[in-house]
């Protein structure tokens, strides 16, 4: 690509058979080998079923933008059973096109489709597609009317205040309805779109250094040639020559030969589309995933990452849950444990191994949430392995749910921070201390059973027969109303224990008030397993969290 020419990846999302092919089709003048359903069963069902990919140049004000503008439509799927297609594409998307039946208005994928919008950009302009549909008379009406139902469903939104459009991306001919229609009408309202992306777009801030990384979403090999990976360029440049390293099969090869939408190029850098050659390389084992320079990837079961509920995921994220795992195009299915900073500590949202932290039972936050006093993290482990980088985004979400289930799918997404365990070189983390440490907090209730003096009570109920008390004694209960008293020992083998008051309390506890125990357990995860449990008191927390 001329270096006087940036590239803006946009997103096209909607429900399924809202029309977003046909607007890329109205839209392009350059197809890549992936573009206009060229699936095989996308043609036999009549539904986009992959990313497809096909570029424009925009006209822009060289006042306001010096550079040449290409625009490279994603044609996502819209179908529910392929949302998995969605997440995957949406780390390259720059902007989207929300595209909505105007006949039918929002819908359960469109929903789900402004969850993944919102998690990638702030960039969007609404598109109301299949105008033509509607009769004449009734059309301002209608239009009007969807126009209102859709921002008032999109004020909670980061794209409230998005630009709009109405289009018929694929008019046809309606006698009835508009007779001088001919079979070979142009698409509506395509002049209006391209005028609003050229006023509102704006150029994506590009940065050429730091380590390549390649994220493709077609493989193919060209006999003669080698193996051909299309995608586009997440961070970095690299050009012909270079070796990249395929973490999925554990190869490096070097750069043959590298195409922009068919025109050979040299070099390439973020956030362009390329197809990158290279010889000597399966491509029956691979479908898609990333490339990057040697050693920048690596292959893990188990992580750590900042995590942020989805607001629209009405269900609760549960420490113990599964959930299906996004990282690029790869998704595996991850048992999660949920936990969070302490409060007061002054980098809450840096992960350190060196650090105590809250054992959450579930996720509570949302990323629009700035007046939580808690930053969440989860530890995630995968049932296969994923490819991981530093900083790398991932998205969780139940996919397991019918396509009938009229609810968002998408539960918490957020960062990865650390890794506990390379799956490719059977290692965990660099750091000497790789155990995960967390602190639980434990509440237990019991009841006086009698009184055997002015300063001792028997208190039944806060212990299993089979427990060691030991671990237990010098912990302070609390009777209420301000009366304390101090674990001393068991008292005879079915769990009961032996209280002294703290003080000489205005009135003795009598049989059956309640008491209460709170304590803290203290335990370390690492890749594997859960090992070692410590008890502490309220007091003895405060300088453990300090230590």
Known sequence: MSNNTVNINIGVLGHVDCGKTSLVRSLSTTLSTAALDKHPQSSERGITLDLGFSAFMLQIDKERISEQVQITLVDCPGHASLLKTVLGGSKIMDAILLVIDVTKGIQMQTSECIVVGELVTDKAVIVFNKIDLIPPDERTQRMTLMKKKTFKALQQTKFKDAPYVFVAANPIQVEKMEPNISENAKPWGMDELISILSKNITIPERNQKGNFLFAFDHCFSVKGHGTVFTGTVLQGATRVGDVIN??????????????VYRKPVTECGQGERVAICISQCPSDKIERGFLAVPGYLSLST?????????????????SKSRFHVTVGHSTAIGAVTFFSAYSNCPKKDCFSFDERYFYETQLENDSTNSTSNKVFFALIKTDIPLCIYPKVGFIASRLDWGTEVNRCRIAFHGQVVAQMHNTASSTVTEKKNDMLQLIKIKKRQGTVERIQDNMMVIVKGLFPREANIETFQQMTVDFGHDVTGCIEGKFGNSGKVRVRLLSQPDSIPQAGSKVELVFYKVFSLDHETKKGNMYITQKEFRNFSHS
């Open 246 to 259: 395929i973490p999925d099969i554990g190869v490096s090869r070097k750069i043959k030969s590298m195409q």
């Open 302 to 318: 188990c992580f750590i990452a900042l995590a942020y509920k989805v607001r629209f995921y009405r269900q609760d994220c549960l």
